[in-house]
């Protein structure tokens, strides 16, 4: 009988149910029956298969109404996941029918299937509360305890006991009627509850010994026996040790161990309480009562708790202020105060005078202790009393940041970008001083446990035993001190101050210990995630978890634990694999994988579905339709016509999937598309917003089949002026699915070759049209940017990665292109006259010029200079620059990219939360965007073609894109989805180029490579690691070059900031010998570097020498300076000029 809390915390170990061979067991029921014993856990034929025998926690599990209510109340995440074991018990009931009558014949003995019984005790008399209960056991009424006032809490817990004593007076009473048989003998009630106050409560609410039934002495006199979580299992893991269940239990308080650091948890050593002696870290939470008076008073505000994606002990809380919503910036371990990103938590406002963005606090808040007036002081105290634990995570967030990988193409969205949030306010009356708020968690309204966490455990090898001493006992305290603790301290007192040990190292060394009962042990569990602090994990297979990629939930953060509590989920396989890492970004970036559930495929339409012309559809199979794609694109949600009209003007077509036919508004597969809202494209896969058989199938615009579709139709001039524009749904047929090389044959075609060619007019057509509309986009200020990506040759049979490509681009990339963009925009425009603020839009921001000084400052050091004050002025410069730069064409692509890189991401939103000025799309000069294009891919596209169905009158709008605030939603949900597909799918970049140069089985054709890299920023702040980061155009790759043979006070380095350059001077003749500076062109190696847990890629410098190493020799120098070098794979260089100044 399960109480609430079992519910609310162990969905684990009550939905574990191990998978053995059924088989066996039946043959040894049947044995059983024919020796004539009825009782399979006889002692006198004990059971030959020893380890089978638990395969659930219990052979029946009773959840008591009570229960189940509370539950559904308090977390309706926990409510759904036991309502679908419940229903899937009843389904395995059925399944194994026969096999559970051999088991009845048996005695009950442990069962294959689960068996879940919900109990309606608030309707059963003898579960009832009666009056005159006083909820309090008689030991605390002999140490004077008073009832003092019963809440619902209490009554609810005691109506549970009285279902456990329920079912154990009717197993007494069974077994008193049939008195004869062994059947059951060993059987037992158990209340499963974390309560402590109702376990001594179910002891003493039972009869006294004398009055108990005379054969219940074997069971202790009792009708049933209250446990806890971990004491049950425990005694089922001693019965059979195979059971890996305890480390599935959660944990509510910190294990007994070796303090915490002086720094934070003070002078005092602490009480003798559950975390053993330990005194708390955090300031402790506020009451729910304190909280709800405060809130009511606006003394506290109310909001989710979001961390930064690098940082868990930085993020912000939303709340309103009037009509608007603020960003809150909560900073510091101590002011998160335990919380965990999605978190519900209340907080409080520090005053102004510390809020970010004054004199006090520095310009931007961009440095945690400011950079103006008391800032210096303010960031001398931070640094004093920081944690090594934070030295040691801050230390961890550079290192990510540094290590090499695939470079982005976006920068973060701001908040106000995003969502509409706003990260200032005004302090003054005039409204000119802006400040960012800041605030500290008072306390948590709800916690956001119930996720799975990604990532690996880090535990300390000890290499030498410490030294035994028989004579001496040692303490509790040292038996539970790690020896990798003790290590760790040697060894910093060996190194001073400066530590070599990874951070990871320096965390699990202070916080790894073996428990007292020799089973367990705590390690410390490190999240994918940034945004999630390590987890310190207790379980009973410490070394097989180690290297392996693992789950891990959340279950509590006490005040006296420096990290929160977890346990154990599943483990997803060995690290560094590929289908592992696969798995582990997925899981990260939260990318809906699961298969499409079965109400779902019922939408879908029948097998033998056909495509015919219906009513209120226009026809246009007589139309030249083709479309043009990558190679291998199954899912084609495009397709284009153009023809010559009588009167000379040309009708072009771009036609769209008609996804809304098949996907109707508000039934399960819409929901389901709804939520998962974009396809994710990884570089072995692709993960389908909607089922294949729509994807790949009935909606996608194959060749020489009919589809229904969702036609825009303009008559043009034959130099590309709109005259009129229709839109229809339609059924058309597809004369040809034309990739992109194909296409562009077609475009190169001779004239005189093309008579007769109704693909090659066509196309031509389309091409003519395509240079005239881009031209009048570049015109109007739209931008001509840039993306690192790259493509992966894989190998046909593993998948693994046998070279990386840049992706070539043809004109007819840019005629299908230009096509889209015009239907975007047009069919945006047609929405808008019908549904102002109503319609689902795309928006570019402007950029902001802080975002590009940087950029600017740099370009400045070449000669180039950069306006921003709007797209036309800034692709003005771009152009401009490619004369500058003309010796070295990919210069100017890389100021393209890294243009690219200072602008944030277009977003989703509804037209009614902006400004008709804040519509502006910056980067295609484009009053009004949408997405219409792709319905298969993306859910915002079937908004968008709801929109304007209805808008042509062909069908109503529904009813729920009429809602604001539903739209807002929608678009926020669509603008994260969409953020994490393009994470994920550069997440899988970088995972197969670290297969790629990892080189071997995994890499075919990879390994070690040496190529030409541009630096991109030169670290030239004072006593600074020599360091400069660099992008190697042939991979994509992005990474930080250490100079790691110059110290740090080398008296030879010349630091120069305002050229963004490092020079390497002469010890005698202070003459240069060797520099770099931004946007140099440099040789670099590129490696992968395999450490216990991870795999990392590694760029070193090659070229200039001297900075590679100082100490190389006079004639080295003299074959950088212009002779012929020789490559690693033996192949002679030609000579050129120096490559670096």
């Known amino acids: 009988v399960v109480d609430t809390n079992i519910l609310l915390h162990h969905m684990d170990v009550l939905e574990y149910l191990r998978d053995d061979d059924d088989d066996d067991d039946d043959d040894n029921d049947e044995n059983e029956n024919e020796n004539g014993n009825d009782d399979a856990t006889s002692p006198s034929k004990p059971n030959p298969h020893p380890r089978r025998r638990h395969r659930s926690i219990a052979d029946a599990i009773v959840v008591p109404q009570t229960a189940l209510e509370e539950c559904r109340h308090r977390s309706l995440v926990m409510y759904r996941r036991i309502v679908d074991l419940i229903r899937s018990s009843g389904d395995d009931a059925t399944r194994a029918d026969d096999k559970g009558r051999k088991q009845k014949k048996n005695g009950g ?3 294959s299937e689960r068996c879940f019984i919900v ?25 004077g305890v008073e009832d003092g006032t019963t809440t619902i809490n209490d009554e609810n817990d005691a109506r549970l006991r009285n279902v456990a004593r329920f079912y154990g007076e009717a197993l007494y009473d069974y077994r008193r009627r049939r008195r004869t048989g062994a059947r059951n003998a060993n059987a037992e009630v158990v209340f499963l509850t974390d309560d402590a106050q109702s376990r001594r409560l179910a002891s003493s609410e039972q009869p006294p010994p004398d009055e108990r039934p005379g054969d219940a002495a074997d069971r202790g006199g009792l009708y049933y026996r209250a446990r806890s979580m971990r004491d049950h299992v425990s005694l089922l893991q001693k019965e059979d040790p195979s059971l890996t269940l305890l480390d599935l239990v959660a944990q509510f308080h910190s294990a007994p161990g070796p303090p915490m650091s002086e720094g934070i948890r003070g002078k005092d050593g602490g009480g003798d309480d559950d975390s053993g002696g330990r005194a708390a870290c955090y300031p402790p939470h506020l009451s729910s009562q304190t909280l709800s008076r405060g809130l009511q008073t606006n003394r506290y505000y109310q909001g989710i708790y979001r961390s930064d994606r690098d940082s868990h002990t930085e993020g912000y809380v939303t709340i309103r202020r009037g009509e608007d919503r603020v960003a809150v910036v909560i900073r510091g371990k101590a002011d998160v105060n335990r919380a965990v990103d999605g978190d519900i938590v209340a907080i409080e406002l520090h005053s102004v005078d510390l809020w970010l963005g004054g004199a006090r606090n520095g310009g931007d808040g961009s440095d945690s202790g400011g950079g103006g007036g008391d800032g210096d002081e303010e960031k001398e105290r931070g640094s004093q009393s920081q944690t090594a634990d934070d030295r040691n995570e801050g230390h961890d967030r550079q290192t990510k940041k ?78 539970a001190r790690p020896a990798a603790a003790a290590a760790f301290e040697s060894e910093s007192k060996m190194e001073g101050e400066r530590t070599t040990m990874h951070p990871h190292d320096v965390i699990a060394a202070k916080h790894e210990r073996e428990h007292p009962d020799g089973v367990t042990s705590t390690v410390v569990f490190f999240p994918i995630d940034n945004r999630i602090p390590p987890i310190l994990l207790r379980t009973t297979q410490r070394d097989r978890l180690i290297g392996m990629r693992i789950l891990v939930s959340m279950d509590s953060w006490p005040a006296e634990s420096e990290y929160p509590l977890g346990h154990y989920v599943k483990t997803l396989g060995v690290t560094g694999t590929k289908e592992t890492e696969t798995q582990v970004l997925l899981q990260e970036f939260r990318i809906p994988c699961e298969p499409f559930p079965a109400k779902v495929l019922a939408c879908l ?20 339709v083709l479309s043009i794609d990558p190679p291998g694109c199954k899912d084609i949600d495009d397709a284009l016509h153009c023809i010559e009209l009588p009167n000379g003007n040309w009708q072009v077509g771009v036609h769209i999937a008609d996804v809304t036919h098949y996907v109707e508004a508000g039934t399960a597969i819409d929901l389901e598309a709804a939520n998962r809202s974009t396809s994710t494209y990884l570089v072995n896969k692709r993960l389908d917003m909607l089922p294949s058989l729509l994807t790949t199938d009935l909606c996608s615009l194959k060749g020489n089949v009919d589809r229904f579709a969702f036609s825009v139709l303009w008559e043009v001039t034959p130099e590309a002026e709109i005259v009129n524009v229709d839109f229809k749904k339609s059924i058309i047929h597809s004369i040809a699915a034309l990739t992109y090389q194909q296409a562009q044959a077609l475009i190169d075609k001779p004239e005189k070759d093309c008579k007769g060619d109704i693909q090659a007019g066509a196309v031509k057509r389309l091409a003519k049209l395509a240079r005239k509309f881009r031209s009048r986009r570049i015109n109007a200020g739209a931008l001509t940017l840039a993306s690192p990506e790259v493509k992966f040759v894989l190998d046909s049979e593993s998948l693994n990665p046998t070279d990386v490509q840049a992706y070539t681009l043809y004109e007819a990339n840019a005629l299908v292109e230009e096509f889209m963009l015009l239907a975007n925009v047009t069919v945006a425009k047609k929405i808008l006259r019908h549904y102002p603020t109503l319609s689902i839009l795309r928006r570019h921001p402007a950029p902001n010029r802080s975002m590009f000084d940087g950029l600017i400052q740099k370009a400045k050091t070449r000669g180039i200079s950069i306006c921003i004050d709007d797209s036309k002025k800034l692709a003005d410069s771009l152009d401009a620059a490619a004369e500058i730069t003309s010796d070295d064409p990919y210069l100017n692509q890389l100021l393209r990219i890294l243009s690219t890189r200072c602008m944030s991401p277009a977003q989703y939103f509804c037209s009614g939360e902006y400004q008709a000025k804040d519509w502006h799309h910056y980067g295609l000069a484009a009053p009004v965007y949408t997405h219409f294009t792709s319905p298969i891919r993306r859910y915002a596209d079937v908004c968008v073609h709801r929109l304007l ?25 669509m603008n994260r989805r969409h953020r994490a597909a393009q994470l994920a799918g550069r997440a899988s970049v970088q995972l197969h180029t670290l297969i790629f140069f990892a080189g071997g089985d995994e890499g075919e054709g990879g390994g070690v490579k040496e190529e030409d890299a541009y630096v991109l920023d030169v670290e030239t702040a004072s006593m600074s690691e ?97 002779a012929s070098t020789v490559t690693s794979s033996g192949k002679k260089k030609k000579k050129k000029q120096r490559i670096s100044k």
């Open 119 to 143: 109990f309606a005790d608030v309707h059963h008399v003898d579960t009832q509360i009666f009056h005159g209960w006083k909820g309090v056991s008689k030991a605390d009424e002999e140490e």
């Open 109 to 111: 003995g442990s069962g």
């Open 949 to 973: 169905a209805a808008a042509i009158g062909v069908a109503p709008l529904p009813v729920f894109l009429s809602s604001k605030s539903y739209l807002h939603d929608l678009a926020a949900n």
């Open 605 to 624: 339409p029948p097998a033998d579905y056909k495509i015919e012309l219906e009513p209120g559809r226009t026809d246009l199979r007589h139309l030249p």
């Open 402 to 479: 540094d290590d090499a990988g695939i470079a982005a193409d976006t920068a973060e969205p701001s908040l106000r970008d995003a969502e509409n949030i706003a990260e200032e306010v005004a302090v003054d009356d005039e409204g000119e001083e802006l400040r960012r708020p800041t605030a500290k968690i008072v306390g948590i309204i709800r916690r956001n446990f119930h996720k799975n966490y990604c990532g690996s455990i880090c535990t300390i090898a000890v290499s030498a035993a410490a030294p035994e001493e028989d004579d001496i006992a040692p303490s509790e305290t040292e038996l």
């Open 1026 to 1122: 020599p360091s400069f980061t660099v992008m190697v155009p042939r991979y994509g790759i992005e990474g930080r070059v250490r100079l790691t043979k110059i110290a740090i006070n080398d008296e030879c380095l010349v630091r120069d900031p305002e050229n963004h350059r490092l020079d390497y001077k002469d010890a005698a003749t202070g003459k240069i010998m060797a520099s770099v500076s931004v946007f140099d062109r440099v040789r670099v190696r590129i490696w992968v570097r395999s450490t216990r847990d991870r795999k990392e890629l590694v760029v070193d410098l090659l070229e200039p020498k001297i900075l590679a190493n100082p100490h190389v020799k006079d004639d080295d120098v003299d074959t950088e300076m212009g």
